[in-house]
T-cell receptor
Framework: AQSVTQLDSQVPVFEEAPVELRCNYS??????LFWYVQYPNQGLQLLLK??????LVKGINGFEAEFNKSQTSFHLRKPSVHISDTAEYFC????????????FGTGTQLKVEL | DGGITQSPKYLFRKEGQNVTLSCEQN?????MYWYRQDPGQGLRLIYY???????QKGDIAEGYSVSREKKESFPLTVTSAQKNPTAFYLC?????????????FGAGTRLSVL
């Protein structure tokens, strides 16, 4: 079975600073990878996804992520954060041959401070 | 506007009572999902349905039941057998076919026990 690890439960950062949110996965077969964002008391919104091809994926709101197969990682980055980026971020995987079922990490709370 | 509508936004359950959470989508998606979200635990899959009149248990189905009589609707019943129902419940949908299909989420229902 696949699993997702988000080691950082909280990441504080100052506005306009860069940020990296870490995600590692475990799977014996190929996976698709996703990052979702959740604002307080709302549902989840897709930031970006990796299916195949280029390992650097660009998403909405200036975020990007890099798929590293050898390290089984899919870290999310943004070169300069804004106060509005304060939210919870979830990494998720699905199996390439397993329908659309997602397995989520436990989330990382990004808090952007002035 | 196309999307997923969850109702009610807040719900209170008395001891021994069954309650039903509504999820409706007008995206013409085949697959629908129910997740439970607890602080620090990410999202856990309760039930999912790939097609009308068919559904499968997820990772934490005990104490919950679902039905899928119409393509656009996937209600979740939290039964009295669920001893710890307080959580944020999220419904999602996705096209059934295709590579790495994105799941689209509703705004959630917050369930509390009186």
């Amino acid at each position: 079975a696949q699993s997702v690890t988000q080691l950082d439960s909280q990441v504080p950062v100052f506005e306009e600073a860069p940020v990296e949110l870490r995600c590692n996965y475990s799977s014996s077969v190929s996976v698709y990878l996703f990052w979702y964002v959740q604002y307080p008391n709302q549902g989840l919104q897709l930031l970006l996804k990796y299916l195949s091809g280029s390992t650097l994926v660009k998403g909405i709101n200036g975020f990007e992520a890099e798929f590293n197969k050898s390290q089984t990682s899919f870290h999310l980055r943004k070169p300069s954060v804004h106060i509005s980026d304060t939210a919870e971020y979830f990494c998720a995987v699905s199996l390439t041959g397993g329908g659309n079922k997602l397995t989520f990490g436990t989330g990382t709370q990004l808090k952007v401070e002035l | 506007d196309g999307g997923i509508t969850q109702s009610p936004k807040y719900l209170f359950r008395k001891e021994g009572q069954n309650v039903t959470l509504s999820c409706e989508q007008n995206l013409n998606h085949d697959a629908m999902y129910w997740y439970r979200q607890d602080p620090g635990q990410g999202l856990r899959l309760i039930y999912y349905s790939q097609i009308v009149n068919d559904f499968q248990k997820g990772d934490i189905a005990e104490g919950y039941s679902v039905s899928r009589e119409k393509k656009e609707s996937f209600p979740l019943t939290v039964t009295s057998a669920q001893k710890n129902p307080t959580a944020f419940y999220l419904c999602a949908s996705s096209p059934r076919q295709g590579r790495g299909n994105i799941q689209y989420f509703g705004a959630g229902t917050r369930l509390s026990v009186l």
